[in-house]
């Protein structure tokens, strides 16, 4: 049966061959101005994000992260049309008002379509990221802080690679944001209603479609980012 429920952090024993270094955001580029960013991202068909004047090259995902991704896109971009969305993967990227720029793997952003020559998306509605060694330290950390400066945004989910589970952080009524996710929808069954497009429901089964995750989690890590403890399901691997 699955499950949604208010999350506690769930932590386990650290495994003594865990390398740290697979939670590293990516390969450092160097430190340069946005203007020198773009013409690095322009050069090769590599990911990057700029963070704080910083150029990370991202690894390339393994088949399940693209799998669980691909998925996702293809439930939203079903129903995007009722309620004037557009959804975007592959690369689509996203700029903070502050400048820094991201790479999620799924962005629904609502409204006036935005022109095929935009750069960046500056006001996503949900944003999207499948964990994997390489990103969890970011996506619990880094992105969790940051992506609230979007005052469009209002959900950004969080979704195991290892287990059927989705992590759902939610603005609230007031516009703030939470330290921590306000549901966990986890298991065989259950869904993740978004606020946008209108009506979207994200099953565990259409999310997980075509991939082997189990129900249950495996053993977590525990990762401090910001003063607070997040989740981190992966063994120790020399995947992305």
């Given at each position: 049966?699955g499950r949604?429920?208010?999350?506690?952090?769930r932590?386990?024993?650290?495994?003594e061959?865990?390398?740290?270094?697979?939670?590293?955001?990516?390969?450092?580029?160097?430190r340069?101005?946005?203007e020198?960013?773009?013409?690095?991202?322009?050069?090769d068909?590599?990911?990057?994000?700029?963070v704080?004047?910083?150029?990370?090259?991202?690894a390339?995902?393994v088949?399940r992260h693209a799998?669980?991704?691909?998925?996702?896109?293809?439930?939203l971009r079903a129903?995007?049309?009722?309620?004037?969305?557009?959804?975007?993967?592959?690369?689509?990227?996203?700029?903070?008002?502050?400048?820094?720029v991201?790479?999620?793997?799924?962005?629904?952003?609502c409204?006036?379509r935005?022109?095929d020559?935009?750069?960046?998306i500056?006001?996503?509605?949900?944003?999207?990221?499948?964990?994997?060694?390489?990103?969890?330290?970011?996506?619990?950390g880094?992105?969790r802080?940051?992506?609230p400066?979007?005052?469009?945004?209002?959900?950004?989910?969080?979704?195991?690679?290892?287990?059927?589970c989705?992590h759902?952080y939610?603005r609230?009524?007031?516009?703030?944001?939470?330290?921590a996710p306000?549901?966990?929808v986890?298991?065989?069954?259950?869904?993740?209603r978004?606020?946008?497009?209108?009506?979207?429901?994200?099953t565990?089964d259409?999310?997980?479609?075509?991939?082997?995750?189990?129900?249950?989690?495996?053993?977590l890590?525990?990762?401090?980012?910001?003063g607070a403890?997040a989740?981190?399901?992966?063994?120790?691997?020399?995947?992305?």
């Amino acid at each position: 049966m699955g499950r949604a429920s208010n999350p506690e952090v769930r932590v386990a024993e650290r495994s003594e061959s865990f390398r740290d270094d697979t939670f590293l955001t990516g390969e450092v580029v160097g430190r340069m101005s946005y203007e020198e960013f773009l013409e690095v991202a322009e050069r090769d068909d590599r990911r990057y994000e700029y963070v704080e004047g910083v150029v990370y090259a991202l690894a390339t995902p393994v088949l399940r992260h693209a799998r669980i991704a691909g998925n996702i896109t293809a439930a939203l971009r079903a129903v995007r049309r009722a309620g004037g969305c557009e959804v975007f993967s592959q690369g689509a990227s996203v700029r903070t008002p502050r400048g820094n720029v991201y790479v999620p793997d799924v962005i629904v952003r609502c409204g006036a379509r935005v022109s095929d020559d935009v750069r960046h998306i500056e006001d996503p509605c949900v944003l999207v990221e499948v964990l994997s060694p390489s990103t969890t330290r970011t996506d619990l950390g880094d992105k969790r802080a940051n992506y609230p400066e979007f005052a469009s945004l209002q959900a950004y989910l969080v979704v195991e690679q290892a287990w059927r589970c989705v992590h759902v952080y939610r603005r609230d009524a007031s516009g703030a944001w939470p330290a921590a996710p306000v549901e966990t929808v986890e298991g065989f069954a259950g869904e993740v209603r978004l606020p946008c497009p209108v009506g979207a429901v994200l099953t565990l089964d259409a999310i997980y479609e075509d991939v082997d995750a189990p129900a249950e989690r495996p053993r977590l890590r525990r990762v401090r980012e910001e003063g607070a403890e997040a989740y981190a399901s992966w063994e120790p691997s020399d995947e992305g």
